[in-house]
């Protein structure tokens, strides 16, 4: 039985920290939540340049600030298994 819990919350902190590392974080400007953009408004906010890293292989992720709409961009390689990631932010 204990055995059975500690798996348990092995599994919960795991789940927990992988959604604090994926999630987009506070916006840099006013510190508010932000929200991932669909694939639709994604496009509307990337740039030329953006667009070609993305016929290389790119993706990027863009978030919007609920508070004060500032817009926020990561890169990473389209075959990374980290979604959401803004761990490189431009």
């Not at 496009?43 to 890293?53: F, G, P, Q, R």
Request: hydrophobic share 45%; aromatic share 8%; proline share 3%.
């Amino acid at each position: 039985m204990g055995f059975l819990v500690n798996v348990f919350f092995a599994l919960v902190s795991l789940a927990a920290i992988g959604a604090w590392f994926l999630s987009p974080g506070r916006c840099p400007a006013c510190r508010g939540p932000q929200r991932r953009l669909t694939e639709e408004e994604r496009l509307d906010h990337l740039t030329a340049a953006e667009k070609s890293d993305e016929a290389l292989g790119f993706r990027h992720a863009v978030w919007e600030c609920r508070r004060c709409g500032e817009i926020a961009k990561a890169r990473r390689a389209a075959s990374s298994r980290r979604k959401g990631s803004a761990a490189h932010l431009l």
